[in-house]
């Protein structure tokens, strides 16, 4: 079965520091992998993806995720974080269309806290 | 613009009356499916469907019945039997082809008193 942990419940850092969310997942097969956004009270918003290629995506916000296949990874890094990061993120792994479905498993989140 | 609706934003609702939340989508995609969200839990997946007049049973489906009528429509009912359906519920649908990538509705609340 897959499944994916984030080590990480809540981290805070300074508005401008550089930030990398941590995410591992289990999987037999090559992973499809996604990380996620939400605000408080708000639906889920996609930051990027991986299928498959370059181990290095990019995505919105500034965001980028990098796959690491013999560390079972995909870190969630931007630069420098502005205090309108502050959320929740998910990371999700799964196995792309069964069917015409494609079921997700989540981690837990990882709750961001920005000071200024 | 395409996406995602979920109705009412917030529901209140008495302890042993069951309660039916909206989801539709306008993307056009083939699939829809319905997670449960509580705090330190992540997403759990209650139910999903693959086509109109199908739908598969998720990890948590006690106490929750779906229908899929029409292809831009997947509402979720609680149900009676359900123990604790206070909870952030989440809609979201995906393509039939290709990666799969969910979209995600706004959340509804729903509140059990």
């Known amino acids: 079965a897959q499944s994916v942990t984030q080590p990480d419940i809540h981290i805070t850092v300074s508005e401008g520091a550089s930030l990398e969310l941590r995410c591992n997942y289990s999987?037999?097969?090559?992973?499809?992998l996604f990380w996620y956004v939400q605000s408080p009270g708000q639906g889920l918003q996609l930051l990027l993806k991986y299928f498959s290629g370059d181990t290095l995506v990019q995505g919105i916000k500034g965001f980028e995720a990098e796959f690491k296949r013999s560390q079972s990874s995909f870190n969630l890094r931007k630069p420098s974080v502005h205090w309108s990061d502050a959320a929740e993120y998910f990371c999700?792994?799964?196995?792309?269309?069964?069917?015409?479905?494609?079921?997700?498993?989540f981690g837990t989140g990882t709750r961001l806290q920005v000071t200024l | 613009d395409g996406g995602i609706t979920q109705s009412p934003k917030y529901l209140f609702r008495k302890e042993g009356q069951n309660v039916t939340l909206s989801c539709e989508q306008n993307l056009n995609h083939d699939a829809m499916y319905w997670y449960r969200q509580d705090p330190g839990q992540g997403l759990r997946l209650i139910y999903y469907?693959?086509?109109?007049?199908?739908?598969q049973k998720g990890d948590i489906a006690e106490g929750y019945s779906v229908s899929r009528e029409k292809k831009e429509s997947f509402p979720l009912t609680v149900t009676s039997a359900q123990k604790n359906p206070t909870a952030f519920y989440l809609c979201?649908?995906?393509?039939?082809?290709?990666?799969?990538?969910?979209?995600f509705g706004p959340g509804t609340r729903l509140t059990v008193l």
């Open positions: 469907s693959q086509i109109v007049n199908d739908f």
């Open positions: 999987y037999g097969a090559t992973p499809y």
């Open positions: 979201a649908s995906s393509m039939g082809r290709g990666t799969g990538t969910q979209y």
């Open positions: 999700a792994v799964g196995a792309g269309n069964t069917g015409t479905a494609s079921k997700l498993t």
